[in-house]
C-alpha cells in the first residue's frame, strides 16, 4: 500500500481544474502557505513533515471538487489544535465561516467513545452527523480519516485495529450515505487490510491471479460493445472495472460463494451522454446478449437512497461468461463517485461555488420530493441523514470530551442530572464553553459543558419548571418527596412536645390523655390519616392543641368504651341495609330523645350534608338531605336536626351518577379511582346510549362523610372522557 508522492503542482493541477476565480486560488494558496509555515518542524509517526497530511486531505476534497472554503478547512484543519494558532487570530484571518468547519472538525476529533459499554457505532455515527451539522465539516473529517488510514502502518497494532473498526463502522457508512463510494471503498479496503489481514492476502492474491486472464476476456467484450455502440452512433466511453476486495469478501460470507461464482467480478462500465442514451445502449446490449433474468436494476427510475443513479445489467457474453454491465451518464457516474458533493456542483453549474449552508438546506428540499413519490429507503434516509443533522437531539460534552444526548431544550441541570443524581441535586453553576451561563440556558448541540456543584448546595423547586428530561424531573421530585417524610419524621417529637406542654399548661393529666389509642379516635375528626401526619399539623400549627386538648377530654374513658362496644355491635350487624337506628343514623334532634331516626334511601344523605327531618306517620323521623326535591311539598311536617358532634364510626351510603363519553376501560378507570379513596363500591349500574355512544353509571358506595365523597367525586371528574359527576337522587 504505497502512497504515490504528492506534490504542490499536482494539488494545484487538481484545484485549477474547477477553481477558476482569481479570489477563490489567492485565498487557497494564503491557507497553503499559512498552513505549511505553521505545521513546520511538525512530523507525523512515519516520519513525514506533518504538512504531508495536510496537502493530502485538501487534496482529496478538490478531487471532490468542493468550494474553496472547504479546500482552506482542509488545509487548517489541524492548525487550531497542533500549532497554537489562537481563534481569534484564525477568525481575523480566514473569517467565521472556515473557522466554523475547522472548529466542528476537531471537536469530533476530540469526541471520546472511552469504554465499550458506551460505545455504540450508530450512536456514533448519529452523533457526528449531528455534531457536523454542515456537511463540508464530514467531508473534511472523511478525507482527513481517508489520509490517517492511508497512513495506518506506522501506529501501534491496538491502535491500528481500533481506528479500523470506527472507520469501517462510522465513517465508511457516512461515506456510502453520502454516495461517496470511492472514498467508502478505499476506507473498506483499509480497514479490512488491518482486521482481517489473512483474509485480504487471501482474496488480494485470488484476483491478481486471475486478473490477466479476466483482463484479456474484458478487453474481447470492451470490443465487442464497442463496435455494437459505434454501429447505432451512440456517444460512449467504455471501461472495465475490478470490486474492491472488502465487498468481494462481504459476498462471499454473505452469499455463502466461493470467488469464482461471484457474479460481477467481470464488469464494464459504459459512460454516455443522455438519459435516452443509457436506455438506448441498453436495448442494443439486451438484443445482442441474452440478459441474465432479475439482474437487471434501473436506478435511473428509482435512484438509491444515497442519490446513486445508473442501469445494471447482468449478461452472457459470447465467450459464455458472465459480465455485469454499468451505464449511465456523465453526471450519474460523478453523483456515484463523488456523492454529495457532485450532485451540488452540477447543479449549480458553476464549480466555483461554494457548498454554502442554504445550497445544502436546498439540496434537502430537493432530496424531500424524493421522499414523497418514493419508497421506504428514501424516508429512511431523510429520517436519519437529515432527522440527525438538523433536529433530533442534543449532544453535548463534558469537558473531558464524554458525549451526553439530551432532548432539544435541554439545560445544564438536565445535564447534570445525566452525569449522575448527586451531581444533579449538588449543581450550583454551568460552565459553557468557557462561559458561566444561567442554569436555565439552554443547551446546544456541540456545547461543552461543565457543572459546578457544592456538595452542601440542595435542589430548588423551581427548577422543576425549567427541567427539560424526565429524568431530572423524577429524580428532583424523589428528593423533594423524601425531604418532606424526612422532615415530617423530625417534626412528629415538635408535635408531641406542644401537646404536652399545653395539656400542662392547662391542668389536664398527661399520663392520661397522652395515649396513642385515645390520639387515634382524633384522626378521623381532624383528617389526619396517621399519627404521624397528626402530629405534623400539630407541628406546623394547622391543628390548635387546644381544640385536640377539648376533644380528648369530651371524649372520656367511658364514651370511649361504649364507642368500641359500638363498633363491635356495627360489624356484626349485617351489611344490607338495615334501617338506620338513632344511634347510629349519626342525626341527633335538639329536645328529642327515644325517636326512631332513619336517613331517607331517595337522597342518602351523609355525614357533613346539609339535613332537615321529615316527621312521619307512625316511623320516626326520616332525614333528608336539606335540597332533596321529595320534602319540598310537606312543609309543615319538617322538623330541624343536626348530625351527632362526634361522627359515628359507620359509612354512609352515597349514590352517584357518572356521565361519560363511552370507551374501553371506563369502568375499569372509575373502579381504580374509587378505590383508590378506600370506598367500597356496594353497586354499579352501567348503560351505554349506542347513539351517541356516551354511558351512564349508578354508583352506591360506602363513605366516611360528604367531604371524603366530595374528594372522590372531584378524582372522578378527572378520569379521561368523564363529563359530569352528581349525587343521585331517587
Ligand atoms: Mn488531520
Known amino acids: 500500500m504505497k502512497n504515490v508522492e504528492l506534490t504542490k503542482e499536482m494539488f494545484e493541477e487538481q484545484i485549477k481544474s474547477y477553481i477558476k476565480k482569481e479570489d477563490s486560488l489567492a485565498l487557497i494558496e494564503k491557507a497553503y502557505n499559512y498552513a505549511k509555515e505553521k505545521h513546520e518542524g511538525q512530523f507525523r509517526k512515519s516520519g513525514e513533515p506533518y504538512f504531508v497530511h495536510i496537502q493530502a486531505v485538501a487534496y482529496e476534497l478538490a478531487k471532490l471538487h468542493v468550494g474553496p472554503s472547504t479546500i482552506c478547512a482542509g488545509l487548517l484543519h489541524d492548525v487550531i489544535e497542533d500549532c497554537d494558532v489562537t481563534g481569534e487570530e484564525f477568525i481575523s484571518i480566514y473569517g467565521m465561516e472556515i473557522y466554523m468547519i475547522v472548529e466542528a472538525v476537531t471537536k469530533i476529533g476530540n469526541l471520546k467513545f472511552a469504554d465499550e459499554k458506551e460505545y455504540q457505532a450508530a450512536n456514533h455515527r448519529k452523533i457526528l452527523m449531528a455534531m457536523a451539522k454542515d456537511i463540508r465539516v464530514i467531508l473534511v473529517k472523511l478525507c482527513d480519516r481517508l489520509h490517517n488510514m492511508r497512513t495506518l502502518e506506522f501506529m501501534r497494532p491496538e491502535k491500528q485495529k481500533r481506528i479500523a473498526k470506527e472507520t469501517l463502522e462510522v465513517y465508511a457508512p457516512i461515506a456510502h450515505r453520502l454516495g461517496l463510494a470511492e472514498i467508502k471503498n478505499e476506507l473498506e479496503d483499509l480497514c479490512f487490510y488491518y482486521l482481517d489481514n489473512e483474509k485480504y492476502r487471501e482474496i488480494a492474491k485470488l484476483v491478481e491471479n486471475k486478473k490477466s486472464e479476466r483482463d484479456l476476456q474484458v478487453n474481447q467484450m470492451i470490443d465487442d460493445i464497442s463496435k455494437l455502440l459505434t454501429e447505432h452512433n451512440l456517444p460512449y466511453r467504455i471501461f472495465g472495472r475490478s470490486k474492491h476486495l472488502y465487498s468481494i469478501n462481504k459476498k462471499m460470507v454473505q452469499k455463502g460463494k466461493r ?125 436519519t441523514v437529515i432527522g440527525d443533522v438538523f433536529n433530533a437531539n442534543v449532544y453535548c460534552m463534558t469537558p473531558k470530551g464524554r458525549v451526553i444526548d439530551l432532548p432539544v431544550g435541554s439545560n445544564p441541570i438536565d445535564f447534570a442530572y445525566r452525569i449522575h443524581t448527586e451531581v444533579g441535586h449538588t449543581t450550583v453553576g454551568a460552565i459553557v464553553n468557557g462561559a458561566l451561563v444561567p442554569l436555565s440556558t439552554v443547551l446546544k448541540t456541540g456545547d461543552v459543558v461543565e457543572i459546578r456543584t457544592n456538595k452542601n448546595s440542595t435542589p430548588s423547586e423551581d427548577w422543576l419548571k425549567i427541567v427539560k428530561t424526565t429524568g431530572a424531573k423524577n429524580k428532583i421530585r424523589l428528593y423533594f418527596q423524601k425531604k418532606e417524610q424526612e422532615e415530617k419524621e423530625t417534626l412528629v417529637k415538635t408535635g408531641e412536645e406542644m401537646l404536652k406542654q399545653d395539656m400542662i399548661k392547662r391542668g389536664v393529666d398527661v399520663e392520661e390523655y397522652f395515649d396513642k389509642e385515645k390520639l387515634e379516635k382524633l384522626f378521623n375528626f381532624f383528617r389526619t390519616p396517621t399519627y404521624l401526619d397528626f402530629m405534623y399539623s400539630i407541628a406546623k400549627k394547622s391543628l390548635s392543641t387546644s381544640s385536640v386538648i377539648e376533644k380528648l377530654v369530651k371524649l372520656g374513658k367511658k364514651e370511649l368504651d361504649e364507642d368500641l362496644l359500638q363498633q363491635i355491635v356495627e360489624k356484626n350487624k349485617s351489611k344490607s341495609k338495615a334501617a338506620h337506628e338513632t344511634s347510629k343514623s349519626g342525626v341527633t334532634v335538639k329536645g328529642i330523645t327515644g325517636m326512631k331516626i332513619n336517613l331517607a334511601p331517595c337522597c342518602a344523605p351523609i355525614y357533613g350534608d346539609e339535613i332537615i327531618g321529615y316527621v312521619t306517620k307512625g316511623q320516626g323521623i326520616k332525614v333528608h338531605r336539606a335540597d332533596c326535591p321529595n320534602i319540598l311539598k310537606e312543609k309543615s311536617r319538617l322538623i330541624s336536626v343536626e348530625w351527632d358532634e362526634i361522627k359515628p364510626e359507620h359509612k354512609f351510603e352515597a349514590n352517584i351518577k357518572i356521565f361519560s363519553k363511552d370507551r374501553a376501560y371506563l369502568l375499569t378507570d372509575l373502579i381504580t379511582c374509587i378505590s383508590q379513596f378506600k370506598a367500597n363500591m356496594l353497586s354499579v349500574n352501567i348503560s351505554v346510549n349506542q347513539e351517541d355512544l356516551t354511558a351512564t353509571a349508578s354508583l352506591t358506595l360506602s363513605v366516611n362523610d360528604v367531604e371524603h365523597l366530595n374528594t372522590i367525586m372531584a378524582n372522578l371528574r378527572k378520569v379521561n372522557s368523564v363529563i359530569s359527576v352528581e349525587r343521585a337522587v331517587k
Open 259 to 383: 470467488f469464482e461464482e461471484i457474479l460481477d467480478l467481470l464488469a464494464i462500465r459504459i459512460i454516455t451522454q443522455t438519459e435516452l442514451n443509457c436506455y438506448e445502449i441498453l436495448g442494443y446490449i439486451h438484443a445482442t446478449y441474452r440478459p441474465i433474468p432479475g439482474r437487471l436494476k434501473d436506478y435511473i427510475a428509482v435512484p438509491k437512497m444515497n442519490m446513486y443513479r445508473s442501469l445494471h445489467t447482468t449478461i452472457v457474453g459470447n465467450d459464455g461468461r458472465i459480465y455485469e454491465i454499468q451505464i449511465r451518464t456523465e453526471e450519474m457516474d460523478q453523483v456515484a463517485e463523488k456523492g454529495v458533493a457532485a450532485h451540488w456542483a452540477y447543479k449549480e453549474g458553476n464549480y466555483d461555488s461554494h457548498l454554502e449552508q442554504k445550497e445544502i438546506v436546498k439540496e434537502l428540499d430537493w432530496l424531500k420530493a424524493f421522499k414523497e413519490d418514493e419508497l421506504d429507503n428514501a424516508s429512511n434516509y431523510m429520517d
